[in-house]
């Protein structure tokens, strides 16, 4: 890490560098060779689809029923509960089918440009095969969890073998992918945390769980829903607690660790085999939150470590897109001691047929509906097979070197630090930086630059979880699939930027420019009375806009 600069860089005495390179059009090649590119976003004037409808247009018309079904089982309205009959007709656009395939193809067209570079490596977007897509929406669509398992047999053995997989990668010996999230996953763990205490009698003694400050915050929420007290250790000179404030920590009151390692800060603790040591002495559990999975897969094991149960996002690390909060799956593992607590059913195979198991007494039961998210398992075990053993091995190592790369290119980006300044470790994930001192020299925000960076087709990128303990924190995650010219790229973008807001700051303060919406009011998303989930809701909130518009 070079030392931080008092000023912004300068090309030389009598140009500043942010001079020459705002009079540079179109696609530019940066400082270090990355190739920043001009971008501009499709711009359509399209109204909502529920003020485009008129009275009488259809896109579908659905067939009647045939008499010889009706006068055998009925009419299917018959078998609709009175308690969910609806009372007048749903407030649905009538539209014709041309017109909603244009006003969803302008849509699309409008946010063209961002499956570009998006370095939000555990987040979201890996390598996500087309073929996924195909095997879904064609091998899928016409399958229902309440089928006879005897017709749902190929499926269920992508489950079984998806699970014989992760225990291979993982050392665990049983899995659920019941879990909707990671979130869900780590209510999984101290709902089973409960149910093997309430089971050995000791649930009333060991009533704590240890934490860490950049362990996610699901983990604490969790272990307060399940009926724990938590106690969070605080992060010491190097990003992580000191082993002696976890040994002050641990008592006969201590039901379990909840910990995620490489932690949110994108830094390892080097002592994590003696912290489950410690904690097992004590009588607790160890719970490894690896979400942050990429850096680690097919390098080192959770039960290796002595861990006694870990989750995994599928929709992360496994080859599953996800933005905007969803889809998402939790991959929950445990040891053969824990695993007649797991969510009911689990898949078996007994040689000849596989099974869903719900003989289960001692399951703590159910945390969504049927086996869980189906079309994202079978998009991992599609993941999985495309990589092959050596593929995820190497793919943990591009993590790793992508991002490490990406830090040299980003030391002498100016009013940019790293959170950690003197961290030494070599095998990072991400790493959070600060634009403190650019937000200190000119009053440009994190924020602000994550939209400015959405003008040249990249990704507004991850800042921290909230409260934001760095201040103005950005943390990119440049994941296995990235190119060196894609890193580039990117930091020269985050370079632009930097210069820009020291030279031109209210272009970046009011950024973007290219987009086909312009800046949002943060006031507005953040205030639940301008917000409105159901087109109903709108109308009543905003009775001028439903009627006009």
Not at 101 to 125: A, D, I, K
Not at 246 to 263: F, G, Q, W
Not at 437 to 455: N, Q
Request: aromatic letters at 10%.
């Amino acid at each position: 890490m070079s030392q931080q600069k008092d000023e912004p860089e300068m090309g030389d005495e009598e140009t500043p560098e942010w001079a020459q390179l705002s009079e540079l059009k179109g696609a530019r090649e940066g400082q270090r060779g990355g190739l920043v590119r001009e971008y501009q976003a499709q711009t359509w004037d399209e109204p909502l689809i529920f003020n485009m409808g008129r009275e009488g247009r259809r896109g579908i018309v659905f067939p009647e029923s045939e008499p010889e079904v009706t006068d055998t089982v009925g009419e299917s309205t018959s078998y609709v509960p009175d308690a969910v009959r609806r009372e007048s007709e749903p407030e649905l656009p009538e539209v014709s089918k041309p017109w909603v395939l244009r006003h969803y193809l302008h849509l699309s067209q409008e946010t063209l440009g961002f499956t570009n570079l998006s370095p939000w490596g555990t987040c979201t977007m890996k390598y996500a095969s087309k073929l996924g897509e195909q095997i879904e929406s064609q091998q899928l669509a016409d399958l229902h969890p309440l089928q006879d398992e005897e017709t749902l047999q190929g499926v269920l053995e992508i489950v079984y073998e998806l699970e014989q997989y992760l225990k291979e990668l993982t050392g665990m010996d049983r899995f659920s992918f019941q879990a909707a999230s990671g979130t869900q996953s780590a209510f999984v763990f101290t709902s089973l945390l409960r149910a093997y205490l309430e089971d050995r009698g000791e649930f009333e003694q060991r009533n704590e769980v240890i934490t860490t400050l950049y362990t996610h915050a699901c983990s604490p929420a969790t272990a307060n829903v399940s009926g724990f007290d938590v106690i969070t250790l605080q992060p010491g000179d190097n990003g992580y607690p000191p082993t002696e404030a976890l040994k002050e920590a641990v008592s006969d009151r201590t039901a379990a660790l909840m910990v995620v390692n490489p932690n949110d800060l994108g830094i390892y603790n080097p002592n994590m085999k003696e912290w489950v040591d410690i904690v097992h002495d004590a009588g607790g559990l160890c719970f490894y939150d690896q979400a942050n999975f990429n850096s680690t897969m097919g390098i080192s094991r959770a039960a290796d470590i002595g861990f006694d149960a870990s989750q995994y996002m599928l929709h992360k690390t496994f080859g599953n897109p996800k933005g905007g909060l969803g889809p998402a799956a939790g991959a929950f593992g445990c040891t053969e001691e824990l695993s007649e607590f797991l969510p009911s059913p689990v898949v078996t195979y007994d040689g000849e047929t596989y099974l869903l198991d719900e003989d289960r007494p001692k399951s703590i039961g159910k945390v969504r509906e049927f086996w869980g998210n189906i079309p994202l398992l079978v998009k991992a075990y599609m993941w999985i097979h495309a990589m092959g053993g050596d593929g995820i091995i190497e793919g943990s190592h591009l993590s790793v070197l992508g991002n490490n790369y990406l830090d040299t290119l980003l030391e002498d980006v100016p009013g940019l630090s790293k959170s950690v300044e003197d961290l030494s470790q070599h095998r990072m994930e991400m790493t959070r930086h600060s634009w403190g001192k650019l937000h200190e020299d000119t009053g440009v925000s994190t924020i602000d630059i994550r939209r400015r960076l959405t003008d040249f087709g990249i990704d507004a990128y991850w800042m921290s979880h909230e409260p934001w303990t760095y201040p103005e924190p950005f943390t990119p995650e440049m994941g296995e699939m990235h190119s060196k010219e894609n890193i580039k790229t990117y930091a020269e973008a985050i370079r632009r930027i930097a210069l820009e807001a020291y030279s031109e700051p209210e272009k970046v303060k009011n950024a973007p420019h290219n987009q086909s919406k312009r800046r949002v009011d943060e006031a507005r998303i953040n205030d639940p009375d301008q917000w409105a989930l159901t087109w109903r809701a709108f109308k009543k909130k905003f009775p001028e806009w439903g009627e006009s518009n």
